[in-house]
């Protein structure tokens, strides 16, 4: 089992950053891929990002690309969202996932992930 628990949500207006952190525990961290989705009221839960076991190869949404970085410090057990330039748009929970294999065809699905975080709240008003 891996736990994952998402910190660093919060209120940003328009324009602003916030750095979201995702710090795992139970099994060797760095044996895992990790992603980033998000979840808007009333809509499907999106793919943000995405990065493989050593971080070397990192996939982004289309929508956050240019704005967002995903990185992760496999010696702290945590992967990182660094969120720039946000936008009312961008409002949602977003949860933090990990997967023990890894697939660029495939780190978009959220069936792909085998454990998730409990999400943070991201909000940002115009």
């Known amino acids: 089992q891996v736990q994952l628990v998402e910190s660093g949500g919060g209120l940003v207006q328009a324009g602003g950053s916030l750095r979201l952190s995702c710090a795992a525990s139970?099994?060797?961290?760095?044996?895992?891929?990790m992603g980033w989705f998000r979840q808007a009221p009333g809509k499907e839960r999106e793919f943000v990002a995405a990065?493989?076991?050593?971080?070397?190869?990192?996939d982004y949404a289309d929508s956050v690309k240019g704005r967002f970085t995903i990185s992760r410090d496999n010696a702290k057990n945590t992967v990182y969202l660094q969120m720039n330039s946000l936008k009312p748009e961008d409002t949602a929970v977003y949860y933090c996932s990990a997967s023990s294999t890894y697939s660029r065809f495939n780190i978009y699905r959220a069936s792909f992930y085998n454990y998730w975080g409990q999400g943070t709240q991201v909000t940002v008003s115009s």
């Open positions: 990065l493989n076991r050593s971080g070397g190869s990192v």
């Open positions: 139970g099994r060797t961290f760095s044996n895992y891929a």
